[in-house]
């Protein structure tokens, strides 16, 4: 290894870092916005809530239901985009 090589990796982490946590925040803020929906109606038309969609299940269960699977699904796409911006392959020891 070149003591260039050496050099350059740290700065390749710190980008990566960055990168990681800018989509992380993206994600983030993604989630509070969902978030937010369901507490606006909670706080302002509770009535909504008590509406049944999708056949016998009420629109707060759906929608609270809803608020964990996109939990997991933006997991998922966190770990993606950072492998992703890592450019892939098993994770380094």
Known sequence: MSAHESRSEPVNRAVTGSASSRIGLTLFWIYVLLYAGFMVLVLFRPDLLSLRPFGGVNL??????????????????????????????PPRG
Do not use: N
Not at 64 to 86: D, K, W
């Open 60 to 89: 707060a269960i759906a929608y609270g239901m809803g608020l964990i699977a996109g939990a997991f699904v933006l997991a998922i796409v966190y770990m993606a985009a950072c492998r992703a911006v890592e450019g892939g392959g």
